[in-house]
């Protein structure tokens, strides 16, 4: 949808594996079927989970436009068989159900072939205001830094709102400490904002909070993040 | 501030172990350093760490009024030595630079003897809609719900600001990212929301984030949090 709406870009036909994946997408935009004709283009966007993009990429064999994947941890060359590859990766995170406002999120760029990064900046600049070009080393750090940010960090909301249930307490009351857990990071540094029994080293509180969980893995996890949090204090 | 700017409540006395933890408090309402008099009130708010609530509490052994502290993790009876105490738990993470909206901040509340109850009820109520009675166990599983979803989901966050500082990347790439995170909070559930290598089950990016990671508790954390989102979805 945001290829759709940029200024200056053609969105010329949305390819999926399956059929039925595209049958959500507005009726504007002409639609394909991988193994059958895709049609001539710039540039191919491979938005494929990692584990497909070689399957994808050998589809485009005959294709002479530059092809890009979207993937944090993979080189350009996961592109296999093709010459003019790159990547465009965009740093967040992605459900069926959201929909985003493209221009905020990072597009991170990387081309095999030079020649090809002038192409590449049009297309990401037509969708974001903030476009960095990004080596694989470079990228992967990012796409690590974003598994903590966004993935770590929601299944430790997640982890709090099961407790919740397990203690039969209603999970709206965690509502509004999520709220300032979020806005607290807009005016203070993570390093700053962390407050808590393990910033404290209150081990009393540890303590009683290991007796609650029932869960071997959750007791691991309680006491090697809180570790973590004190070793970072110390 | 919220007692003093609630209805119906007249704070009395703003009471602290050292005279210099209260130097930016305003001066319309009476100070005092513990040791020295304490003005007579109907309730008084030990809100002190875990670990001082006992010293505090000596310090008002010739009080009638209802002590409470303010505590997700501690009995009434932290209050030694007192016969009408009770617990006013406020579920929100506080740091001096914040100031907050009150009126939203879910109040838990407990008291030793029940003909207290409406006291603070009364009290807890001018200052919050969310007022909650909750006995040690409830409220205990309350704080420990509250330290994943605050505490442990903080450290993600600085544990992701920290692998692009080590990889020389500006934190602010990590921005829409983090805002994505919460807002998408507000409208599906964590469980919904979990995207990521581990919620796919892609062992080779795992792999690929456990080699960039040189520090030996990171690594054991990435596995373990890894693991237990599996786990969630398996």
Known sequence: MALHHAAGIELTQVVARRSEALSD????????????A?????VY??????????AVARELLTKSGLVVHTSGARDPGALKGLSRVGVLYPLQT??????????DIPLCLETSQP???????????????????????????LHLAAVFVNNFANHMV??????????????????????????????????QAQTGPARRGDRITQQAHLNLLGDSLQRKLYQLISESIQQTYD
Request: proline residues 5%; contains cysteine.
């Open 115 to 141: 020649e090809d990064m002038p192409l590449l900046r049009t297309l990401a600049g037509a969708l974001s205001q903030q476009v960095v070009e990004l080596d694989l080393e470079a990228r992967k750090g």
């Open 25 to 36: 997408f507005i009726p504007e935009v002409p639609r394909g079927v991988l193994g059958t």
């Open 45 to 54: 966007v491979v938005a494929v989970s990692d584990s497909a993009i070689e």
């Open 94 to 103: 992605f459900s069926r159900e959201r929909e985003l406002k493209f221009g």
């Open 38 to 42: 895709v049609a001539e283009a710039d």
């Open 158 to 191: 997640y982890l709090g709102e099961a407790v919740c249930r397990e203690h039969k307490l209603p999970a709206n009351l965690l509502r509004p400490l999520l709220r300032e857990t979020c806005s607290k990071l807009e005016a203070l540094t993570a390093f």
